[in-house]
């Protein structure tokens, strides 16, 4: 959000510095994010000043040049050269000296220096409107008409103004700043000085208003106010009101537009202006329509509405407003226009944020109403803009005020206590202070009593709800570092050293993932409910609901890092990034006992989780690029064993709603990790249509089982064998069995057991498959002779014979 400095100055005296004010602000909670300095002409007119023109002759060696003689007050005049058709004595003009800088209102900034032109040195340049920024004209240079004396600074003549913009990082709670009013509310309790508020009195009005408004849903839309002001002249917006558009990024677009958009961005109330010949039967409807009907939008797409969507409506039903959020193409304010009718409402938050989040429409009226308008505030705002369109445009409002408000909505009562604001705060703050400060933030004090007292809240302050929420106003206004801390205070006071420490653990774990080629992602902790719902892997009443959703999108907590995590990896592949390797530390969420109250109702978890597709390498010259493959995610996986020394852990293979096969490992018959290939229909939810690998990893799980139990060994000096067997097995039996009872066979001379072939195939029958393994034997006390490795192989065979029903190939 942008506020300017100049504008806030309407509303309440600011001598400080801005820097100052911006610091003031953030440690108030409107986190000032940068400073950004605004000039209405680029470069303010900087070092270019008026001259007159005190002799003007043609150059003796061009015809389409003039040779003049400007005097801008210094003891001698100027010689300049000027291709200007229109340069003659006795003009006032514009001139740039040697060594100032032009900023053109299109091209780069040049700086002045002297030169030669023809053989005739000049000083200076008599400038055009277009050379300096200040319009758009080229046909030749600028004569002014004023009495200002050679050498008066340009921009003293043209006035032109310099601005900060506070660039505010408006966290989604604080609606009730987002406009100027708003920030210098929160600045009127910091600096304890008067809001100068605009004149909003009642516009005068005569006979009968010609508009008449139906509400028929007054949920989604709780107020509803209207103004109908006719004899209106479309035109351009006076200067001032331009400059204050323009520095906060706005566009001008003319007087009836520009009127509304400032009002929304100085009192925060978004408004609309309906052409009152769009208006068939001169009734407005504010209703829904019904699924998949068309709308055309100001920017002329073709929009099928939801039937969710509220709508402004004309007498014949059809649709001129998407309410709240954006306008229709044919009913807006154009350059024929002389009548309109002026809508100030207050829409539901809920109803506005479904409509804007399915249509992807994002506008400063969407970004005020999702958060909560003031319902209060309608007529106010209305008032204000019809005094501006009266003084811009020679309009006179027709009628009453429209201003349907069923149920009016009263201030929150609050009861406070000063035990607990002194226990919250964490000292005494003065009776007097915190009193001052809440009725500076236009709450009403009630029923004062010795231990307390209550407050009516703001109807603008949506965000304020309960007693910590009070106490908080109170001390982001008295200041958080007002705040002394005890002498004693110590770090045993404030923190704990666990054995463990979760964050240097993660941030070395994610260094060695990270050179094992993966990206680290965040992504975002809400989530669509139909992930779980149409998983059967994943129990949909588990979900955690949000109840003040931004959108259907947003509706639950995620139960796994997976459909975040694919969302990433689907973003990534249609933007031509095929081969990816991403890792994201998160939290899953999970309701364990629907029937428990407060925390124990809810599980919250940290997990790792991993994603594998495409391709293992970029196309290289050097090596063959292949598929990534189950196994290269398993390598992964035992890195990260084998990096927090964890040995002792089962394996299942697993094939469900998520996996089309794979691995679970479990540690002490807690699940530890999961992980394989994804099966299609789960990457179909992401619109994902290639491989994807995926491990989750109970992160708790692992970073609370330290093993610190690494003994070292000297390297033994007696030499590794390795001897290899064939193993035609039933197909259900899997690598991991084969191992665990090859360990606990041969439990002093086995070091390794690997698998380098699998076959499957007609040769060894339909239900059966191939295991070529390798056997690495050492002995670390003597040289193996043939006869202890045929014995321990002997052995060997005929365990896998007995207990798997192998048959050993030769």
């Not at 700086?111 to 040195?121: N, Y």
């Not at 939290?587 to 989780?609: C, F, M, R, S």
């Not at 070529?772 to 050492?778: H, K, M, N, Y």
Request: with cysteine.
């Amino acid at each position: 959000m942008r506020i300017s400095i100049n504008w806030l100055k309407q509303y309440i005296e600011l001598d400080e510095p801005v820097n100052q004010i911006a610091e003031l602000l953030t440690m108030s909670g409107l986190e000032v994010e940068g400073v950004e300095k605004f000039e209405e002409v680029t470069g303010s007119l900087s070092g270019l000043v008026l001259g007159v023109v005190v002799d003007c002759q043609k150059h003796p060696e061009a015809d389409r040049l003039s040779l003049a003689k400007v005097d801008i007050g210094n003891s001698a005049p100027l010689s300049i050269v000027c291709g200007a058709p229109n340069v003659a004595r006795g003009q006032t003009v514009v001139v740039a000296p040697v060594g100032s800088t032009i900023f053109p209102t299109k091209g780069d900034p040049f700086k002045i220096k002297k030169a030669k032109i023809r053989g005739v040195t000049s000083d200076g340049m008599i400038c055009a409107e277009d050379e300096i920024g200040v319009g758009v004209e080229h046909d030749g240079i600028m004569v002014l008409d004023t009495n200002l004396p050679p050498g008066t600074a340009a921009n003293e003549y043209f006035r032109t103004t310099t601005d900060h913009i506070l660039e505010i990082g408006l966290t989604p709670n604080r609606s009730d700043a987002i406009s100027h009013i708003g920030v210098a509310r929160d600045l009127k309790a910091l600096l304890d000085r008067p809001i100068n508020w605009p004149i909003t009195e009642a516009p005068e009005s005569g006979s009968v208003n010609p508009i008449k408004v139906e509400v028929e849903n007054y949920q989604a839309c709780p107020r509803y106010s209207g103004l109908t002001i006719e004899n209106i002249v479309v035109g351009d917006s006076p200067d001032w009101l331009q400059s204050r558009l323009r520095s906060i990024g706005l566009t001008p677009i003319n007087n009836i537009v520009d009127i509304t958009n400032f009002v929304m961005h100085e009192m925060g109330q978004p408004m609309h202006a309906f052409d009152l010949k769009a208006i068939k039967k001169n009734t407005v409807v504010v209703k829904t329509l019904a699924e998949g009907t068309p709308f055309i939008t100001l920017d002329e797409k073709e929009r099928k509405l939801k039937h969710f969507d509220l709508m402004i409506c004309d007498g014949e039903q059809n649709g001129m407003c998407i309410a709240g959020v954006f306008g229709g193409i044919k009913s807006g304010v154009t350059s024929s226009t002389s009548g309109i009718f002026l809508e100030s409402a207050c829409f539901s938050a809920d109803y506005v944020r479904k409509t804007a989040q399915h249509h992807g429409l994002k506008t400063d009226a969407s970004f005020r109403f999702e958060r909560g308008t003031d319902p209060n505030l309608t007529v106010t705002a209305l008032f204000r803009a019809a005094s501006l369109i009266k003084e811009l445009t020679g309009g006179t409002v027709r009628g009453e005020l429209v201003d349907i408000y069923p149920e009016e909505i009263k201030p929150l009562k609050i009861q406070l206590t000063f035990a607990n604001i002194d226990r919250l705060v964490g000292q005494k703050i003065p009776e007097v202070r915190l009193k001052r400060i809440l009725t500076d933030l236009d709450f009403v004090i009630e029923n004062e009593q010795p231990t307390g007292f209550e407050v009516l809240v703001p109807s603008y302050r949506t965000d304020v709800t309960r007693e910590a929420d009070v106490i908080e106003e109170i001390l982001r206004i008295y200041g958080y570092n007002n705040i002394e801390l005890d002498e004693n205070y110590g770090t045993g006071y404030l923190a704990d050293f666990p054995l463990v420490d979760p964050d240097r653990t993660r941030f070395g774990l994610a260094k060695m993932l990270a050179s094992l080629g993966f990206f680290e992602i965040y992504t975002n902790s809400l989530t669509k409910p139909e992930y779980s719902i149409d998983n059967p892997a994943f129990d949909g009443e588990q979900s955690v609901l949000i109840i003040n959703k931004l959108s259907e999108d947003l509706g639950v907590l995620r139960q796994t890092l997976l459909f975040t995590g694919l969302e990433s990896v689907a973003h990534n592949i249609n933007h031509r990034q095929t081969n990816l390797r991403l890792l994201e530390f998160g939290k899953t969420y999970q309701v364990i006992d629907p029937k428990a109250t407060g925390l124990e109702k809810y599980q919250e978890q940290q997990h790792l989780a991993l994603f594998m597709t495409g391709n293992n390498q970029d196309d290289s010259w050097l090596d063959k690029t292949r598929p990534l493959q189950f196994h290269d995610l398993s390598l992964v996986i035992r890195k990260i064993l084998e990096k927090f020394n964890i040995s002792a852990y089962n394996s299942r293979v697993i094939q469900d709603g998520v996996f089309e096969f794979g691995l679970s490992i479990t540690v002490s018959d807690k699940s530890l990790a999961r992980f394989g290939k994804l099966t299609p229909k789960v990457c179909a939810q992401t619109d994902v249509k290639q491989t994807v690998f995926y491990a989750e990893v109970n992160w708790d799980l692992l970073v609370n089982k330290p093993n610190d139990d690494i003994v070292f060994r000297e390297v033994s000096k007696y030499p590794e064998v390795r001897r290899d067997l064939s193993l035609v097995l039933d197909k259900h039996i899997s690598f991991n069995e084969i191992e665990m009872l090859a360990r606990s066979t041969e439990r002093q001379l086995l070091r390794r057991i690997n698998v380098f072939d699998v076959y499957e195939g007609d040769k060894i029958g339909k239900d059966k498959k191939a295991y070529a393994l390798s056997f690495v034997l050492q002995d670390k006390n003597r040289t193996l002779t043939d006869r202890i490795i045929d014995k321990c192989m002997s052995r060997l065979m005929r365990i896998f014979e007995q207990d798997l029903g192998a048959f050993i190939r030769t």
